[in-house]
């Protein structure tokens, strides 16, 4: 593993601090085990795949485009696994 891939895993997962220090201050917060390591496997890789397309692709539209577009596959994953806006299976709520 790079030192580059190192930074974006260390910094994903210290994303993870925000919903953990806010567990322990209010019961609005209430994540399990499970939520967190998919949590971190959504954060991880979607910031490896980015560094994965910025090193791979080479046109600068395309790279933004396709950043663009991982980016919004992430939140859409994140919001409908949050609130089920979908109705999917895998609706949090």
């Given at each position: 593993m790079s030192k580059k891939q190192k930074v974006i895993v260390i910094s994903m997962m210290s994303l993870l601090l925000?919903?953990?220090i806010a567990m322990q201050f209010t019961e609005e917060v209430n994540w399990s085990l499970f939520d967190f390591?998919?949590?971190g496997?959504?954060?991880v890789g979607t910031g490896l795949l980015i560094e994965f397309v910025s090193r791979k692709v080479s046109g600068a539209i395309t790279r933004k485009l396709v950043?663009?577009?991982i980016v919004v596959l992430f939140v859409l994953v994140w919001v409908e696994m949050a609130v089920g806006i979908f109705g999917s299976p895998i609706a949090g709520n």
């Open positions: 925000i919903p953990f390591i998919i949590a496997l959504l954060l950043i663009a577009g």
